[in-house]
C-alpha cells in the first residue's frame, strides 16, 4: 500500500476519534492505530526503495544525457574541424586560382606587346621598303620625262661646251636600279 494512503487512514482514524473533555486529546481504537503504523513500518522502506530506484533511475538518464551531449559536442566539433579544414582548401585553391589569372593576364599582356613590337617592327621595314620603291619609281618617272625633254627639244646648232656641267650625282639606290 501506498505511504500516502496510509497517512491518510491515519487521518481518518484521528478525525473519527472521540474527544477527551476539557483536553486536546482524543480517544482512538489502539488496533486499528497500531495496524495502520506497521503497515507504515512495511511501506516506508518500499517507498525509500522506491526513491533509491527513481534516483539511481535519475543518475542514469543524466549520465546518459551527458554521454550523448558529450558524443554531440564532440561530433560538432570534428564537423567544424573538417569546414575549416575545407575552408582551408577552398582558400588555398581561390588564391592558386588567382595566381594563375594573374600569371595568365601578365602572359597574355606580354605576348600583345611582343606582338604590337613585331607588327610596329615590320610596318617599319616595309615603310622603308615602300619609300625606296617610292623613290626608284620617281626616279624613273623623271629619267623618263628628261629623255622625252632631250628628244622633244630641237638639236642645237652649236656645238656643245667641251666642258659640260656634271649631272647630279645619284644615290647608291639609284644606281643599283640601273
Known amino acids: 500500500m501506498d505511504i500516502l494512503q496510509l497517512i491518510d487512514r491515519l487521518e481518518e482514524l ?30 516506508i522502506p518500499e517507498e525509500v526503495k522506491k526513491a533509491q530506484q527513481l534516483l539511481s533511475q535519475r543518475d ?15 561530433l560538432a566539433r570534428e564537423k567544424a574541424d573538417g569546414l575549416v579544414k575545407k575552408d582551408g582548401i577552398v582558400q588555398e585553391a581561390q588564391r592558386r586560382a588567382d595566381q594563375v589569372l594573374n600569371q595568365a593576364r601578365a602572359d597574355a599582356d606580354a605576348t600583345r606587346q611582343e606582338a604590337d613590337d613585331y607588327v610596329i617592327d615590320s610596318l617599319d621595314r616595309l615603310q622603308v621598303e615602300l619609300e625606296r620603291s617610292l623613290n626608284q619609281v620617281r626616279n624613273g618617272i623623271r629619267a623618263l620625262e628628261e629623255e622625252r625633254m632631250r628628244r622633244a627639244a630641237p638639236a642645237p646648232s652649236n656645238p656643245p661646251p667641251s666642258n659640260p656641267a656634271p649631272a647630279p650625282a645619284e644615290s647608291p639606290d639609284e644606281e643599283k636600279e640601273k
Open 60 to 74: 542514469r538518464v543524466m549520465a546518459q544525457a551527458q554521454e550523448e551531449a558529450n558524443r554531440t559536442i564532440d
Open 14 to 43: 484521528f478525525n473519527d476519534g472521540k474527544p477527551i473533555p476539557f483536553t486536546h486529546n482524543v480517544a482512538v481504537d489502539e488496533d486499528r492505530m497500531l495496524d495502520i503504523i506497521d503497515q507504515m513500518r512495511i511501506a
